[in-house]
């Protein structure tokens, strides 16, 4: 059996479970790669003066990692613009913040190209690649343009927008295009799925056979939904260790008989905390018996601070924070606790399962993995309520949540009143069925979907 070489813009540590900050994505790819013997290869979150190509490596258990330095100029316009910038706002649905500049799209290309030259010389006839999120769209085309004929896979974190949006994009035809060069696509959800699908029908006059084989350009590639999910039994050891128990006594104990409501997000505008905490004020507004009773705690750890929307995002919600508490505190009561800083998951953890209410309602979102750590942080006998927003990828999946339109503080609001008071036997019933569905989406079954899908592949055919 090949080798996988996963490629993503950032690297993890492949032996990281229960350690310090660590995003989805990171985590996911640590879990892939400790199953395969297999090299991960991406930029090392370096700049130097002038592009080199040298790779670094360090060899783990079981993993290779392998990083590339870039200029700043890459920085600026390949990750800070063009994927941070351009595709990012616009792929969640938010147009108004996509900024179309052309330097961007050629540091795009310039660092897509970079990534090819530098990872050609790892790659062995047998290997499989598993390319991963918007940063990297083009790859593919760059591999192939140097000759690879290895089996290419590329796997999508963030939602597919709708066609219509899509086509704001300069050069949307060009991204696509550069997508039929994989053998296999992967999205998170059904949703992201059909909008691919319904870009290549309409605006390429493609076909979409069954099996999910899109066939435009003259070419084919096949495509598919790969819900992503959780280290199940890394999480659960997290949230039954020391460090998760200290934290779930240490907030009872600050909960003084209080009820808590959890967010816990990157301070990212498409996280929807804005509107969350405008929905949690009406809820206090219209429920006087909630006040002194109940709390919000919002951990929003700073994310690309050099992007001026996540600048004016947490200039606004420092805004809208201290405004609520100093309408509504009391002097021994705080109704939103506002945390701008990272903890370890195993904190996390302990501190999920000291939550009534996990509020998750993003305005838009691949899948969204906090929604599922909620879940699985629970006490089977008491847990708590999760409370979803329609527009995660989530949603598709975990049905029995209280699932909401987060543009609507009426809708959220009634959700968090039902919630708090939900008798413990539908509790029950409810996170049964949810920690079913997280168990069975777990993060092996996504990267053994995703790879058998890309093993059994065939080469790609000219139609
Ligand atoms: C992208 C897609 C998709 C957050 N704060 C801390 C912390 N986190 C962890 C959470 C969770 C992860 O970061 C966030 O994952 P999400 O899935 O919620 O969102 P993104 O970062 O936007 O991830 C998303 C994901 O990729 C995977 O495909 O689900 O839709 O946008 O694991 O727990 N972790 C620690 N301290 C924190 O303070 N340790």
């Given amino acids: 059996m090949g080798r996988l070489i996963v490629v993503s813009n950032r690297v993890g540590q492949p032996q990281q479970t229960a350690g310090a900050s660590v995003g989805g994505l990171a985590m996911a790819l640590g879990a892939a790669l400790r199953e395969y013997n297999g090299v991960w290869f991406g930029w090392s979150g370096r700049t130097v003066e002038?592009?080199?190509?040298?790779?670094?490596?360090?060899?783990?258990?079981?993993?290779?990692?392998?990083?590339?330095?870039?200029?700043?100029?890459?920085?600026?316009?390949?990750?800070?613009?063009?994927?941070?910038?351009?595709?990012?706002?616009?792929?969640?649905?938010?147009?108004?913040?996509?900024?179309?500049?052309r330097s961007f799209n050629e540091g795009y290309a310039r660092v897509n190209a970079r990534f090819a030259q530098t990872l050609l010389p790892l790659l062995q006839p047998d290997d499989f690649v598993w390319v991963h999120d918007y940063h990297l769209i083009p790859l593919a085309r760059e591999l192939r343009r140097r000759g690879v004929t290895n089996r290419i896979g590329f796997f999508l974190h963030i939602p597919w927008p709708a066609r219509r949006l899509f086509a704001t994009l300069p050069f949307h035809r060009e991204l696509v295009e550069a997508m039929f060069d994989?053998?296999?696509?992967?999205?998170?959800?059904?949703?992201?799925?059909?909008?691919?699908?319904?870009?290549?029908?309409?605006?390429?006059?493609?076909?979409?056979?069954?099996?999910?084989?899109?066939v435009a350009f003259g070419r084919t590639v096949r495509t598919g939904a790969f819900p992503i999910g959780l280290d199940v039994d890394a999480f659960t050891e997290a949230a039954q260790g020391e460090a998760a128990a200290a934290w779930r006594d240490r907030m009872r104990v600050s909960l003084a008989g209080?009820?808590?409501?959890?967010?816990?997000?990157?301070?990212?505008?498409?996280?929807?905390?804005?509107?969350?905490?405008?929905?949690?004020?009406?809820?206090?507004?219209?429920?006087?018996?909630?006040?002194?009773?109940?709390?919000?705690?919002?951990?929003?750890?700073?994310?690309?601070?050099?992007?001026?929307?996540?600048?004016?995002?947490?200039?606004?919600?420092?805004?809208?924070?201290?405004?609520?508490?100093?309408?509504?505190?009391?002097?021994?009561?705080v109704p939103i606790r506002y945390v701008n800083r990272s903890y370890r998951r195993d904190?996390?953890?302990?501190?999920?399962?000291?939550?009534?209410?996990?509020?998750?309602?993003?305005?838009?979102?691949?899948?969204?993995?906090?929604?599922?750590?909620?879940?699985?942080?629970?006490?089977?006998?008491?847990?708590?309520?999760?409370?979803?927003?329609?527009?995660?990828?989530?949603?598709?999946?975990?049905?029995?949540?209280?699932?909401?339109?987060?543009?609507?503080?009426?809708?959220?609001?009634?959700?968090?009143k039902a919630g708090l008071a939900m008798p413990r036997p539908e509790r029950v019933r409810r996170w049964e069925a949810l920690m079913d569905g997280v168990r069975k989406h777990d993060i092996e079954a996504w990267r053994d979907a995703f790879v058998a899908a890309l093993r059994e592949q065939p080469a790609p055919q000219l139609v």
């Fill in 182 to 214: 994989y053998d296999l696509v992967g999205f998170q959800s059904e949703d992201s799925l059909s909008a691919f699908h319904d870009y290549v029908a309409h605006d390429e006059a493609g076909k979409v056979q069954t099996g999910g084989r899109a």
């Fill in 347 to 416: 904190e996390l953890a302990g501190i999920y399962g000291a939550a009534s209410l996990g509020l998750v309602t993003p305005l838009r979102d691949g899948m969204n993995l906090v929604a599922k750590e909620y879940v699985a942080a629970q006490r089977p006998d008491d847990p708590g309520v999760l409370i979803l927003s329609q527009f995660a990828g989530a949603a598709e999946q975990m049905r029995e949540a209280l699932i909401v339109n987060p543009f609507s503080r009426e809708d959220v609001s009634d959700a968090i």
């Fill in 258 to 333: 209080r009820r808590m409501i959890i967010g816990v997000d990157r301070l990212d505008y498409s996280k929807g905390l804005e509107e969350r905490f405008l929905a949690y004020e009406e809820y206090l507004a219209n429920t006087p018996e909630a006040l002194e009773q109940v709390f919000l705690l919002q951990i929003a750890t700073p994310s690309r601070d050099e992007v001026p929307a996540y600048q004016e995002i947490r200039a606004r919600l420092d805004g809208v924070t201290g405004r609520i508490n100093g309408a509504f505190a009391t002097p021994d009561w």
């Fill in 50 to 101: 002038t592009f080199t190509g040298q790779l670094s490596v360090q060899r783990g258990q079981g993993a290779t990692v392998a990083t590339v330095d870039l200029e700043e100029q890459d920085r600026q316009e390949y990750y800070n613009g063009y994927a941070n910038r351009t595709l990012w706002p616009l792929f969640h649905y938010r147009i108004d913040l996509s900024a179309y500049e």
